[in-house]
């Protein structure tokens, strides 16, 4: 198991030469202007590692593509991580993609910017881990929510496949976003077997959908959720859910629809005992003011929910998963 540092030009070299267990490392800007990382093989227990030195120091720019800043295709045991993500501002260009027919796919500690479409789009993967990783949808003009439809995560199959399983989402958090923060999709077949723990989504559907939006799924877990918006959006929706939503401790307000809905056959089981959140008045605010300063708007948003995420430890201390 070794570890190898490379400049940004010898990422997908190093990658392809790289065994089983392997690290590889960069610092700078990697530009893969539609060059995919594919036909990487880890192994269970020992899978190939592409990371960044640290967040600041090593970015991911989708300058020069239109589809993806970075995709992942037909690899198994694959990690990348601890970097950010940026530029991918084209519409409907991705950030990542993971494609299948990929498993066992990693994504840790992954900064998203200036980001016109999904942060993390899968379709067709099985067997995918998202940690740590955060994103602000506002362009560079500073207006949230740039993407015509984009989400902060996006888990579908692809239309010519079969069912998709096993997703794990933890400690993620994503701001800004033009539909919905997390959503699931079976596009006419079923996810299956997702759980999402820490999640939270601040300022989502400026386009329509929800924090976190379900169709076609079963056996989805979701545990310690905080979603916060002023724009009129749902807060966890199932639609023609198959078998088993479970929700426990959770903190949502939403404009205009219930904070926890099912339809079209769905049904979502929250946990016994755990209280209904308050809820905003029906309002629509205008469009902030356009800003250059990314990290002012960030924060603003924080400030307008951290009376619930206070409200959530609180009202939920005890509550049983």
Same mark, same amino acid.
């Given at each position: 198991?070794?570890k190898?540092?490379?400049?940004p030009?010898?990422?997908?070299a190093?990658?392809?030469?790289a065994?089983?267990?392997d690290t590889?490392?960069w610092?700078?800007?990697?530009?893969?202007?539609?060059?995919?990382?594919?036909?990487?093989?880890?192994?269970?227990?020992?899978?190939?590692?592409?990371?960044?030195?640290?967040?600041?120091?090593?970015?991911?720019?989708?300058?020069?593509?239109?589809?993806?800043?970075?995709?992942?295709?037909d690899?198994?045991?694959?990690?990348?991580?601890?970097?950010?993500?940026?530029?991918?501002?084209?519409p409907?260009?991705?950030?990542?993609?993971v494609?299948?027919?990929?498993?066992?796919i990693?994504?840790?500690?992954?900064?998203?910017?200036?980001g016109?479409?999904?942060f993390?789009?899968?379709?067709?993967?099985?067997?995918?881990?998202?940690r740590?990783?955060?994103?602000?949808?506002?362009?560079?003009?500073?207006?949230?929510?740039s993407?015509?439809?984009?989400?902060?995560i996006?888990?579908?199959?692809?239309n010519?496949?079969?069912?998709?399983e096993d997703?794990?989402i933890?400690?993620?958090?994503?701001v800004?976003?033009?539909?919905?923060?997390?959503? @699931?999709n079976?596009?006419?077949r $079923?996810v *299956?077997? +997702?759980?999402?723990? =820490?999640?939270?989504?601040?300022?989502f !559907?400026r &386009?329509?959908?929800?924090?976190?939006?379900?169709e076609?799924?079963?056996?989805?877990?979701l @545990?310690?959720?905080?979603?916060t $918006?002023? *724009?009129? +959006?749902g807060?966890? =929706?199932?639609?023609n859910?198959?078998? !088993?939503? &479970?929700l426990?401790?959770?903190?949502?307000?939403?404009?205009?629809?219930?904070?926890?809905?099912?339809?079209?056959?769905?049904?979502?089981d929250a946990?016994?005992?755990?209280?209904?959140?308050?809820?905003f008045e029906?309002?629509?605010?205008?469009d902030?003011?356009?800003?250059?300063?990314?990290?002012?708007?960030?924060e603003a948003?924080k400030?307008?929910?951290?009376?619930?995420?206070?409200?959530?430890?609180?009202?939920?201390a005890g509550?049983?998963?």
């Amino acid at each position: 198991m070794a570890k190898v540092t490379v400049e940004p030009s010898g990422i997908l070299a190093a990658l392809a030469a790289a065994s089983p267990g392997d690290t590889v490392e960069w610092s700078g800007t990697w530009e893969p202007r539609g060059k995919k990382i594919t036909g990487i093989r880890g192994e269970e227990g020992a899978p190939i590692t592409l990371q960044g030195a640290s967040q600041d120091a090593a970015i991911i720019s989708g300058r020069g593509a239109t589809v993806f800043a970075a995709r992942i295709e037909d690899c198994r045991h694959f990690r990348l991580g601890n970097c950010t993500v940026r530029d991918f501002t084209v519409p409907e260009q991705r950030g990542v993609q993971v494609w299948a027919p990929s498993e066992w796919i990693e994504l840790f500690d992954l900064r998203f910017e200036q980001g016109a479409f999904d942060f993390i789009h899968t379709a067709g993967a099985n067997h995918v881990v998202v940690r740590r990783c955060q994103g602000d949808g506002a362009t560079q003009q500073g207006r949230p929510g740039s993407g015509v439809g984009a989400h902060g995560i996006y888990h579908t199959r692809l239309n010519t496949g079969g069912d998709v399983e096993d997703f794990l989402i933890e400690d993620c958090s994503f701001v800004n976003v033009q539909g919905s923060v997390y959503q @699931l999709n079976g596009d006419g077949r $079923t996810v *299956r077997n +997702a759980t999402f723990r =820490r999640i939270a989504g601040y300022e989502f !559907g400026r &386009g329509g959908g929800a924090g976190v939006n379900l169709e076609q799924c079963e056996n989805v877990d979701l @545990l310690d959720v905080t979603l916060t $918006t002023t *724009r009129k +959006a749902g807060g966890v =929706r199932a639609f023609n859910e198959y078998d !088993g939503i &479970g929700l426990a401790r959770y903190a949502i307000s939403v404009v205009g629809f219930p904070p926890v809905d099912a339809q079209d056959g769905g049904h979502i089981d929250a946990t016994p005992g755990t209280p209904a959140p308050p809820q905003f008045e029906e309002t629509q605010p205008p469009d902030p003011p356009p800003t250059d300063d990314y990290q002012a708007l960030y924060e603003a948003e924080k400030a307008k929910v951290e009376a619930w995420e206070e409200w959530n430890r609180t009202a939920q201390a005890g509550v049983p998963v």
